[in-house]
């Protein structure tokens, strides 16, 4: 089934139940999980800077997901959000992509949000779509 998850991470509150529905997944079929966030900043300092915040908390649900028996690995890319992960995506060749399934930008994408949406159009993997909870993190 699917062996090769990714699952891209905002840090908006929706990361946990993103991460455990993918981890269920995973778990089922003896797959794996590819965490990513993608940095997209305006500086060098900046990008530097969430970069390093960004694998620090990618890390932080590499162990957690290590604990529950799910072999996973982390990755941090710049640019477009929606262009990285699906670049990421064929590269690492996954056979899913789980995502949250809405944003904050706009009102015409409270549903999904605009990277979600982006993705869900212009890629060719599945992607499944979860309705996240709020306020979830690693510890």
């Known amino acids: 089934m699917y062996q090769h998850i990714l699952v891209p991470l905002k840090w908006d509150g929706s990361d946990g139940t993103v991460v455990d529905h993918a981890g269920s997944l995973a778990r089922l079929s003896g797959g794996r999980l590819s965490l990513v966030h993608v940095v997209h900043s305006h500086s060098r300092d900046e990008s530097a800077y969430r970069e390093e915040q960004a694998r620090a908390y990618l890390g932080e649900w590499v162990e957690r997901l290590a604990e529950r028996g799910v072999p996973a690995d982390a990755h941090v890319t710049g640019g477009e959000p929606a262009e990285g992960i699906t670049a990421l995506a064929k590269e690492l060749g996954v056979d899913l992509i789980v995502m949250a399934t809405h944003g904050h930008s706009e009102v015409r994408h409270v549903f999904m949000g605009s990277v979600t949406e982006d993705v869900v159009r212009n890629?060719?993997?599945?992607?499944?779509l979860v309705q996240p909870a709020p306020e979830s993190s690693p510890s």
């Open 123 to 128: 890629g060719d993997l599945p992607v499944l």
